[in-house]
Structure formats: C-alpha cells, structure tokens
C-alpha cells in the first residue's frame, strides 16, 4: 500500500467513526426536542446545528457528496429553527429524522463512489425537507401513558415511515462562528487494536513487576537472615565481626532497603498505567438507550402502542467490547417487551 493509500485508508476510517458520532448526537436530540420542545436559545438547538455543520465539512473533505448533501439540508433546517423560522412539529421530526437515518447509508455509497453526487432516493428525502407539497402529512403519534423501563442506558433506528412532511421552504444558510475548543473537551481518536496491543504490553509489564516483586519478597526475608546473624556474631563472636568480608555483608542490607522502593514505585506505577490504558476502553452507555428510544418511538408512531420509555443511568460506563455484546440483546428485549407486553389502547 502507497504512503497515499494509506493515509486515504485512515482519513475514511476517521471520517467513518466521526460521521457515527454526528448521526447518534443529532438522532438523540432530535427526539429530546420533540419531547421536551426547545424555549429560547436552548443550548441543544445549537449542539444540534454544529453536529450538522461539521458533518457536512466533513463529508465534504473526503467527497461523499450524498452526506454532505444531506447533512447541509439538516444544517438549514436546524439554523431555520433557531432563528424561530421553524418549530418542531412531528411532520418535521419525521423528516429530519428520515434524513439522518439516511446518512449511513449515504456515507457508504459515497465512499463506494467519490464526488459522485446524490442518488434520487437521496434528492427525494432532500426534496421533502425543502418543500411540504412532495409528501402528504405525517400523522402525529398517539399521547403516550408513562411505562418506565430502567435498562443500565446507538441503535440502529428501524426504517423511517416514507411520508413525512416538513413545513419549511427554501431556507438560508446561517453562518457558523468559529470558536476555540475548551482544553477540557479535547478528544483524540485512537485506533482500538493499537489500543489492545498497548494494553496487552501493559499487561505483560504489570506481570513482570509481580514477579519481580515475589524475588525481591525472597531476598527481604534472606535480608533478615543476614541481620540476625551479624547481630548474633557482634553478640557471641566480635573478633569474627573485624573480618572485612563480614563487614561487607552489612552493605547489600542497606541496598535492599532502596531496592524496595525503587520496586514498589515502578509497580505502582505500572499498575496506574495498566488502569489508565483499561479505562481509555470505557464507553458511556446512553448511545444505546438513545437507540432504545427511537425503537419505541417508531413503534409509537405505527399507532397500535401507547409507550412511554424512561432510562436512567445513561453515564454508566462499561468496556465497548461489552457495549457492543449488550446492544442487539436490549433492544431486541426492549421491542419485545413493547410489542408483546403492551396492549394495544383499545383492547
């Protein structure tokens, strides 16, 4: 592989996990939006704005225009609410939230295909954003009565119903102000198998200093031994004691004493490193219960439930590994538990 081709190869995996991050925080605060309607400059309007606006830059760098198309068409529309141009009606959260279901998707046929532009399907769900008379009017979900489900807190959303309606015209763009990332919110992407062999290395140094640590044990206890028996021929044998080769046994009592320490430093040290490199594989578990929330609300919306899905401990966080073996397992318990353990509101 040619020096080019590889960095091509690591802008697209970035750009990959980069794009996945914007649809989940765009799909978890659409639905906050639509639950809890934004009043003012509500901070989530602007979040939800920059989500979009560096996923259409984004998209752009590395040409996958059919993302960025879509990605500028929800920057429009989220500049056009914050400008109280637009509310979120449930005809427009159906129709923002067809558009980010179809960023996925979009991002894989635009790398499939560089500069290629946007397909009709795309240009369709465009249209609808842009023009209220290319669909009829999505109908509104049925009010939901409260049944609390406390999972422990990214979903690949079901398909969106095909009619949605958004009331917005052709909307202006709203320039974005460029502003300085705050230190404490500085992120680095780091390739996970890098980050298992660093841990693994980690590892194999956190058992080497285990071991070393049960010879130097043996070598305080024959340390002692030594000690005893100086003290015993300085007691029972002095004229042994002016021997110059028994005096020089007094020096290697002395280095174990700093041998020790030296040796509980570098494990402690090893050990902090070891949990640092664990914690790094720490992910917080709300992308899944955003994903819960949006199986239900799909659900709601079919109009035979009335659910209404509550999660708490959304900052818990556990190893990705794990995250990723837990995903498809609570959603699908989730689904079940609403399709099968809920009755329809006229039974």
Not at 74 to 95: M, N, Y
Not at 300 to 323: I, M
């Amino acid at each position: 592989m040619q020096p080019d081709d590889a960095f091509l190869q690591e802008l697209i995996a970035t750009f990959r996990a980069e794009a996945d991050e914007h649809i989940q925080t765009m799909t978890r605060l659409v639905l906050e939006l639509e639950t809890t309607p934004p009043e003012g400059d509500d901070p989530r309007l602007e979040e939800l704005f920059r989500a979009a606006h560096s996923l259409k830059g984004a998209a752009r760098a590395v040409e996958v225009m059919p993302a960025e198309a879509l990605a500028h068409r929800l920057e429009d529309v989220f500049a056009r609410i914050k400008r109280h141009e637009a509310t979120f009606s449930p005809a427009l959260v159906q129709g923002v939230l067809e558009a980010i279901d179809a960023i996925g998707p979009a991002v894989e046929a635009g790398l499939l295909h560089p500069g290629a532009p946007p397909d009709a399907a795309v240009e369709q769900i465009i249209a609808k954003l842009a023009d209220p008379s290319t669909a009829p009017a999505a109908k509104p979900p049925p009010a939901a009565q409260p049944v609390a489900t406390k999972p422990t807190e990214a979903v690949e959303p079901r398909p969106s119903e095909p009619s949605a309606t958004v009331e917005l015209s052709a909307p202006m763009p709203e320039p974005v102000a460029p502003t300085a990332p705050s230190p404490a919110s500085e992120q680095v992407r780091v390739d996970t198998g890098l980050l298992d062999e660093v841990t693994d290395l980690a590892g194999d140094l956190l058992t080497g200093v285990r071991r070393l640590e049960s010879r130097l044990n043996r070598a305080e206890l024959l340390g002692g031994d030594i000690a005893r028996l100086l003290t015993h021929l300085r007691t029972h044998a002095p004229d042994l004691m002016a021997d110059p080769m028994l005096a020089s046994l007094l020096d290697p009592l002395g280095s174990a004493t700093t041998v020790t320490k030296l040796r509980d430093r570098e494990a402690d040290i090893a050990r902090d490193v070891y949990a640092g490199l664990q914690r790094l594989r720490l992910t917080r578990i709300a992308p899944i219960f955003d994903l819960m929330g949006r199986a239900i609300r799909d659900l709601q919306r079919s109009g035979d439930r009335e659910v209404h899905l509550v999660t708490e401990g959304g900052e818990t966080q556990l190893d990705r590994a794990v995250l990723d073996g837990l995903r498809d397992p609570l959603l699908h318990l989730v689904r079940n538990a609403a399709d099968h353990g809920i009755e329809p509101p006229d039974v």
